[in-house]
């Protein structure tokens, strides 16, 4: 059964940082991508960045380029967020395509959701 789990959302101050972890279980081959997207309320999901299998990496989200971070160890993704702002707050999600080798920021290209973890900007 395929599991993501994530980890690390919590409240923090405009201009603080905070870190996700996200653990992938139950995956037959280590040859998968995984990527973060959030949602905010009343808005629609929406994807932010993707880590290929060997590194490679595609934002898709113009509003945390240079603030955010993604990176990964075997099958856990971390995401790094830096200089965070009232807008960043949301659920974030991980996720891994159903195209196992391609990353992607389309909800509908997404096989696999975590559970999702609240991070709120706030002072």
């Known amino acids: 059964q395929l599991q993501l789990v994530e980890s690390g959302g919590g409240l923090v101050q405009p201009g603080g940082s905070l870190r996700l972890s996200c653990t992938a279980s139950?995956?037959?081959?280590?040859?998968?991508?995984m990527g973060w997207f959030r949602q905010a309320p009343g808005k629609e999901r929406e994807g932010l960045l993707c880590?290929?299998?060997?590194?490679?990496t595609s934002y898709y989200a113009d509003s945390v380029k240079g603030r955010f971070f993604i990176s990964r160890d075997n099958y856990t993704v971390h995401l790094q967020m830096d200089s965070l702002k009232p807008e960043d707050t949301a659920v974030y999600y991980c996720a891994v395509p159903k195209e196992y080798y391609y990353c992607s920021g389309h909800t509908a290209d997404i096989l696999s959701w975590g559970q999702g973890t609240q991070v709120t900007v706030s002072s």
């Open positions: 880590i290929t299998f060997n590194g490679g």
């Open positions: 139950g995956f037959t081959t280590g040859y998968f991508a």
